[in-house]
C-alpha cells in the first residue's frame, strides 16, 4: 500500500497528540514526516510534536498527506461519497482510536471489540471508509 493509500487519524495518546496509521506507511512516515514510528499490531503510530488538532493536520497536509485520508479521532476530514465495497477500517466509538482488535466470537453473538487507547469493551465498532 503506498503512504498516500493510507489513512491517518490524528488522536490524543495520553498527554500528547499521535498519528495512527497502517503499518505498510511506516518507511514513509519515518523518511518523509521525521516521525519515530511504534507497532501495535497491524497499526502504527506516532508521537506529533503538537499541541492542537489544527497544527497536526496541517503538518500531515503540509507533507503531503490528501486530506481525504487524515481524520480526527476518527472523522474524516473529507468524505467522499461512495458505493460498493470500499476497504474500511474499524473506529472506537468512544474515542475515535483506529487501535481496536477483535477480541472473540461467541456462537451467534457478533463479535466484541476492545480499544487499546481508552480501554472501550462491546460489540459496536464505527466502520470508516478509507
Do not use: Q
Not at 460498493?84 to 477483535?102: D, Q
Amino acid at each position: 500500500m503506498h503512504h498516500s493509500e493510507t489513512f491517518y487519524n490524528v488522536v490524543r495518546c495520553g498527554e500528547v497528540l499521535c498519528v495512527e496509521f497502517d503499518c505498510s506507511a511506516w518507511r514513509w512516515v519515518e523518511e518523509k514526516l521525521n516521525l519515530r514510528v511504534e507497532s501495535a499490531g497491524e497499526v502504527c503510530f506516532s508521537s506529533l510534536p503538537y499541541s492542537s488538532k489544527d497544527e497536526a493536520i496541517e503538518f500531515l497536509v503540509a507533507n503531503g498527506v490528501p486530506e481525504e485520508r487524515i481524520a480526527v479521532e476518527g472523522s474524516p476530514l473529507a468524505i467522499k461519497a461512495e458505493r460498493g465495497r470500499e476497504p474500511t477500517v474499524k473506529v472506537c466509538p468512544v474515542c475515535g482510536s483506529t487501535r481496536i482488535v477483535e477480541i472473540g466470537v461467541v456462537g451467534l453473538t457478533p463479535p466484541l471489540y476492545v480499544c487499546e487507547n481508552c480501554g472501550y469493551h462491546g460489540a459496536l465498532v464505527l466502520e470508516v471508509v478509507l
